[in-house]
């Protein structure tokens, strides 16, 4: 408890503090419910809670190991039920206010292309395409002066654009998105709608200005003055169709009649599957923005090599002595995420004697929006050393997993090798048809949290996807994933029936957790690694097109009226397709191809076409 | 064609006996019950037993008896499975006819006793929940009201409300019983039913009388009044006994294909799936050339078949799949499949 | 017009299949009353001839002038409003609806449909009040709840309308239901019977029979006239002057289901898996129902199979069929099916040839 009080002193950040930690604790049921600017307080408590009451969740490491798995599986699963949001928060907030520190993201901004973690060849591309356009600004580029950088935040965007313009003595015109509000928030504020407009037309009109700006300016510019680079750091937040294309109609223009090289920067946010997320929008339009003719660089998220490089330099400079694990650690669990991984190592060299605990209270309160203080990641403290082992790579990070990483994680199913044998007497004995080698990821009911996975999306995904895992030879596995499969399909069938009761998010959680365990215990045999792309479901598809098609089979059984439908589409249609191919003359033959203006072919057709848009680029990671 | 002739009204109600001491069979029951009549006082009853032997005709009759017709709707309130008998309704709709205190005084020549009666018909498909609720109201009420429910299982009723009840045992119908009745109906009506005919309708009422009269009538509305034995099976929608023999032949043949083309003519022929399972559970219990464990894997799977059944699986593989493990039991295979 | 519609039987008197029932449906109805109907039996055996053939029995030329309704209920239950759009299709005397159609509402539908037609009462030829019919088809994909409420509103407005249930298995209807009907078994026509409307059909089109031909097409029907009487037209339409041993041509999607087994039969592996559940995509897009699907996957896979393989195949083609009812998307559980059968059937393979 003692030890633990620094980590709530430092996530409070403001002057509340005192009186935060005598708050009394917040149900956790009630967590859903609170408004998201109330987020980090009941967070707060929360992880109060949870740093107040260890010893219950401790005591039970004497017991078996296999028991210990399953209660922190069944932890993890109860946190999944609660889990609904996890809102994307800047949990740094509370750091940056903090006065007489400077912050050492700032502090250690690259200066010089050496600096730059970012991937030297990106910074190359971007360099260049910069150079050619300042240098020859009346060359005509094929229409081509706006280039997209996209990338997962931190991975040093617009540190890159910032380098590089000072590299080559140009100055960034700039425009920044206001602070942006949360979806969250906007949700509940019912008048917020209004003010994205506003900001809309903010940009709108800069844009505008940019355009006469450049226009005016450039001829005469050309020589005496520096260069001008177009800098639009992160678009405004959009929502609703119509913002969306207003916004791409305003990129559009902006890139059809720019004079200046223009660099818009957009962030990808977490991918999640649900069709309506702002991150759909940001999709699309970055697909029309490369149809207009803007080209397009991609940031890959900063490998750990180069986070643990820039860490050790910064270390060095600071003067602080921190261990290679630590590093090690935060690099890794950074995600990618430069910016994060320096806040980290800040975080942990204000107090380095306390590190060991500091490190796992800043993975809670990093974590704090996907609740992420689990009894695996306290629990593990106590190992020591072991702990960077066994605490997850994505933990370190403010940050949902993907649907796609999730279901990569099932699929490739990854585990620990370890002799059977050896395991000793302790643990259960069981069928060798039973044993399987331990996870080497977290309980699945945490990632499913994480990843804020539909149980139906997820099987369907599953579904779609466990068959190119399965090795060759293994049609039994393949047999007992789908079987589990099914039993999670029975288990959401009945939650449709049930749509108004409270249980409804419990069996949705059941049956998503069958899904996903199923396919890791059923899949005893992946596949060899490959590469492999996780499909949509072309379920999806085959219902639609199969509820129009019913539709229509529904109308015309009336219209034919004897029949119902199911012998409308067994027996009546197959033999008027066939009558009508045969016939033209014939009567029945015209009036056939009024009513059966589908054929079976065009159904088959559309169908393998669209199976293909949905495929995703996503690559799966591969840990 | 006029909505509600003479001639449909249901010959159940027709024929029902208006008097305690008419109830076909029930001796014990009705010796107890007319002494009770005598002495115009009752406690709770409840009356349990198969369907169709009398039980909701010895309620009406009792009740008619003691209010007779003019005080009858007042003093007798009758709820049966297709009214709505949900906790709610128990607390309100039995609750405020219970709550009513009424007077005696005799009236031409019934003894009216100071009480009103409720009777719960298909009790044991009332949940517990109502059950429960009845329990408070029955004990607060008791003096001016009686209960009587009627149910097929007595160990569906909660133990508190059965043991408030004198209970009354309903046997199933002997077949000569049940055959005077048939022929007195068929006398009222001037069918004619030849004396196979007669034995057939036994045979499938299995000692449910109203079982039983209710196909004579649909048969007679159906084919006239000359019916035979054939016409009361196809009405009754039981199997004939040469089709479930065919099936069992085939399963003991150990021929698959045999069995598979039994199954198919089965279901063409549109017999329900799942009268006939229960056509082949009797066979096969009663059957002298199967062994004990046999009949146990056989029974086991007809009651999974049944099931899904229910569930609205298909027909033709639920009977498929129990032809295979029948033929499987017959021949002793082993139970677990051999490439599983 | 195709023949099955050109030759469907009229009335009563002109059935040549089920003219038993046919004769007795008569006597039923020219009597002063008419029961509550039931009637079931499997597809293409005739159930839909015989109720229209009844209808017109009972109100007259006037039963066959039906129009299209696609009308909007809104129906309160409760605490909360229904909107719901269903088709149906009406006469002056009668209302034809598929209550499953509604989903898991439907048995607001029923209560609701029910009510409304006792409003309006038609007038019978001496001028009293009638009685209107509501044919309910499928009652068997009814879910229990509006089956129970079927048998409430059955009572209730037994005065003013008369219920004719169709569906194919009389097991999925409750007992309650059953019981307040008169059941009328309607059985797939046998050969001989589907051979007789062959003969006849092929006397009024002057067409020329070869003998055996007929039989053939009906041992191919699997005793569904409708099936028969489409691939006799289709042969029609294929060559005439018909030869004896003309190919039939089976239908398409049962050629494609019996591809699909060879498919399995030839090689067991996920990657063969994911081959066929491309395939059943296609069946399902084109609306076959799964539980046909399967049925015809089933009897294909048999044929192939040897004894002791069959049984257990059978097994889990039975358990599969009723997971598929208990869940949601039917594609899971077939495609488990044929996953077990290829395990089952590798392992045999191995056992049998090492």
New interface residues.
């Given amino acids: 408890m003692r030890k633990r009080r620094p980590a709530v002193v430092l996530l409070s950040s403001s002057e509340e503090e005192e009186g935060e930690e005598n708050e009394p604790l917040k149900p956790r049921s009630s967590r859903s419910a609170i408004a998201p600017r109330k987020r980090s307080r009941a967070g707060a408590s929360r992880k109060a809670s949870s740093v107040s009451h260890p010893k219950p969740r401790r005591s039970s490491r004497g017991v078996k190991a296999v028991k210990i798995k399953i209660d922190s599986g069944l932890a993890d699963f109860c946190e999944g039920l609660e889990d609904f949001h996890m809102a994307p928060e800047n949990t740094l907030s509370g750091l940056q206010s903090k006065e007489g520190i400077q912050l050492w993201v700032d502090k250690y901004k690259p200066h010089t292309l050496e600096e730059l973690a970012v991937h030297k060849k990106k910074v190359e591309e971007v360099k260049k395409w910069i150079e050619d356009r300042v240098k020859a600004p009346k060359e005509d580029f094929g229409g081509n002066r706006t280039l997209l950088i996209t990338g997962k935040t931190g991975v040093g965007k617009s540190a890159a654009i910032h380098v590089i313009a000072s590299q080559i003595g140009a100055v960034l015109c700039e425009w920044t998105t206001p602070t942006p509000t949360l979806w969250q928030e906007h949700m509940h504020n019912s008048n917020l709608g209004l003010r994205y407009m506003s900001k809309l037309d903010e940009f709108e009109n800069f844009v505008e200005k940019s355009r006469k700006y450049s226009l005016l300016h450039m001829p005469n510019s050309e020589g005496s003055r520096k260069p001008v680079i177009l800098l639009i750091d992160d678009l405004p937040t959009i929502n609703g169709r119509a913002a969306l294309v207003r916004l791409t109609k305003c990129l559009t223009a902006l890139t059809h009649s720019t004079q200046v090289a223009t660099i818009v920067l957009l962030t990808e946010y977490c991918k999640t599957e649900s069709a309506d997320s702002p991150t759909h929008h940001y999709e699309e339009l970055e697909s029309s923005l490369c149809r207009v003719g803007a080209s397009k660089v991609t940031f890959n998220p900063i490998t750990v090599n180069s986070i643990k490089r820039t860490l050790f330099k910064i270390c060095q400079q600071e003067g602080h002595d921190v261990t290679a694990d630590l590093i090690n650690y935060i690099a890794k669990s950074s995600g990618g995420d430069i910016r994060h991984a320096i806040t980290s190592l800040q975080y942990c060299c204000l107090r380095p004697e306390k590190c060991f605990s500091w490190q796992v209270s800043a993975c809670i309160s990093s974590k704090l929006e996907s609740n992420d203080s689990t009894p695996v990641s306290i629990s593990s403290k106590k190992e020591g050393e072991d702990a960077y082992d066994a605490l997850p790579l994505s933990i370190g990070r403010d940050e949902t997993l993907t649907l796609y990483h999730a279901l990569g994680k099932f699929l490739h199913n990854k585990r620990e090798i370890t002799d059977q044998s050896a395991l000793g007497s302790d643990t259960i004995l069981l069928k060798d048809s039973f044993l399987r080698n331990p996870l080497k990821m977290d309980a699945p009911e945490k990632i499913l949290s994480q990843a804020n996975a539909q149980g139906r999306s997820i099987t369907d995904f599953l579904h779609e996807n466990v068959l190119d895992f399965i090795s060759d030879e293994a049609i039994d596995d393949a047999w007992l994933v789908i079987s589990y499969l099914c039993e999670a399909d029975c288990l959401l069938a009945n939650v449709v029936c049930s749509t108004y009761l409270q249980t409804d998010g419990i069996a949705q959680s059941i049956a998503s957790s069958i899904a996903a365990r199923g396919v890791l215990f059923g899949n005893s045999h992946p596949s060899p690694s490959r590469w492999h792309t996780i499909r949509g479901p072309k379920l999806w598809q085959i219902e639609q097109s199969m509820g129009l098609n019913k539709n229509q089979m529904q109308k015309e059984s009336f219209q034919r009226y004897p029949y119902n439908s199911s012998e409308v589409s067994t027996e009546y249609r197959p033999r008027m397709k066939w009558l009508s191919s045969q016939t033209s003359h014939d009567a029945v033959a015209q009036q056939n191809q009024v009513l059966y203006p589908m054929k079976a072919d065009d159904h088959t057709d559309s169908v393998s076409s669209d199976g293909l848009t949905e495929e995703s680029e996503d690559e799966i990671e591969d840990c | 064609?006029?909505?509600?002739?003479l001639?449909?009204q249901p010959w159940v109600e027709k024929y029902r006996p208006k008097q305690v001491k008419d109830v076909a069979h029930q001796d014990e029951v009705v010796r107890v019950l007319t002494n009770t009549l005598e002495t115009a006082n009752c406690p709770h009853m409840l009356f349990y037993g198969p369907p169709g032997t009398g039980k909701t005709t010895t309620a009406l009759a009792i009740a008619h008896q003691l209010f007779g017709p003019e005080l009858y709707k007042s003093r007798v309130l009758e709820l049966n499975?297709?009214?709505d008998r949900g906790i709610n309704v128990v607390r309100t709709k039995i609750k405020d006819f219970a709550a009513v205190a009424v007077g005696s005084g005799q009236r031409q020549g019934y003894p009216c006793p100071p009480y009103k009666i409720i009777i719960l018909d298909e009790a044991d498909s009332m949940t517990e929940d109502a059950q429960n609720a009845l329990r408070r109201t029955m004990e607060t009420y008791s003096k001016v009201t009686r209960f009587f429910f009627i149910c097929n299982y007595i160990s569906r009723i909660i133990e508190p409300l059965a043991s408030r009840c004198a209970k009354f045992r309903f046997k199933p119908l002997s077949d000569e019983i049940m055959s005077s009745r048939i022929l007195h109906i068929c006398r009222e009506e001037g069918l004619d039913l030849d004396s196979e005919a007669l034995s057939t309708l036994g045979s499938i009422a299995q000692g449910d009388l109203r079982?039983a009269i209710?196909y004579l009538q649909?048969a007679a509305?159906?084919?006239?009044s000359s019916i035979s034995s054939k016409d009361l099976i196809?009405?009754s929608?039981v199997i004939p006994e040469e089709v479930v023999q065919a099936f069992l032949a085939a399963c003991k043949s150990n021929d698959?294909d045999l069995a598979?083309k039994e199954v198919g003519s089965i279901?063409?022929?549109?017999?329900?799936?799942?009268?006939m399972l229960s056509q082949l559970l009797e066979v096969i219990v009663s059957a002298n050339d199967i062994s004990d464990e046999q009949k146990a894997r056989i029974c086991k799977r007809l009651g999974e078949?049944d099931k899904?059944?229910v569930?609205?699986?298909?027909?033709?593989?639920?009977l498929?799949?129990v032809a295979?493990?029948t033929?499987?039991a017959f021949s002793n295979?082993p139970e677990e499949?051999?490439?599983? | 017009m195709l023949w099955v519609d050109k030759y469907r039987p009229r009335t009563l008197d002109k059935i040549i299949v089920h003219d038993e029932i046919a004769q007795n449906l008569k006597k039923l109805v020219s009597e002063q009353d008419c029961p509550h109907l039931l009637f079931y039996g499997p597809p293409g055996s005739g159930k839909k001839t015989l109720i229209m053939a009844l209808l017109k029995q009972m109100f007259g030329p006037g039963a066959e002038k039906v129009k299209l309704e696609n009308k909007p209920w809104k129906i309160d239950a409760g605490s909360r409003t229904i909107e719901l759009e269903l088709t149906t299709l009406s006469s002056t005397h009668h209302i034809e609806l598929n209550p499953s159609d509604a989903g898991f509402q439907d048995r607001y539908i029923v209560q609701e449909i029910i009510k409304d037609m006792a409003k309006i009462r038609p007038l019978d030829a001496k001028g009293k009040k009638g009685f209107k019919v509501l044919l309910l088809n499928q009652v068997d994909k009814l879910s229990r709840e509006a089956q129970h409420s079927l048998r409430r509103t059955m009572e209730k407005y037994s005065a003013s309308c008369r219920l004719i249930l169709c569906c194919n298995s009389s097991s999925r209807v409750t007992e309650a239901i059953r019981s307040r009907c008169l059941n009328v078994r309607v059985n797939a026509p046998t050969h001989e019977q589907i051979v007789k409307v062959l003969e006849f059909i092929a006397k009024k089109e002057s067409l020329q029979l070869p003998p055996g031909f007929a039989a053939r097409i009906a041992s191919q029907s699997n005793r569904n006239l409708r099936r028969a009487i489409l691939s006799f037209e289709t042969c029609r339409v294929q060559q005439y002057p018909f030869t004896a041993n003309q190919a039939i041509s089976p239908l398409d999607w049962e050629q494609y289901v019996s591809e699909i087994a060879s498919d399995i039969m030839k090689e067991q592996s996920p990657k063969r898996l994911f081959l066929v559940r491309g395939k059943l995509y296609e069946l399902l897009v084109n609306c076959i129902p799964p539980e046909i699907i399967l049925k015809k996957l089933l009897s294909e896979l048999l044929k192939k199979l040897d004894f002791e393989l069959k049984h257990e195949v059978c097994h889990w083609a039975a358990y599969y069929e009723h997971k598929m009812r208990m869940g949601q998307k039917a594609i899971f559980h077939i495609e488990a099916f044929v996953a077990k059968f290829m395990s089952i059937y590798k392992s045999f393979l191995i056992a049998t040839f090492g």
Wanted: hydrophobic share 40%; charged share 20%.
């Fill in positions: 064609m006029a909505p509600m002739a001639s449909s499975a297709s009214d079982r209710t649909s509305r159906l084919f006239g196809s009405v929608g698959f598979d279901i063409a022929d549109g017999y329900p799936v799942s009268q078949a899904c059944l569930d609205g699986a298909d027909e033709y593989l639920q498929l799949n295979s493990h033929m499987r295979m499949f051999q490439f599983e």
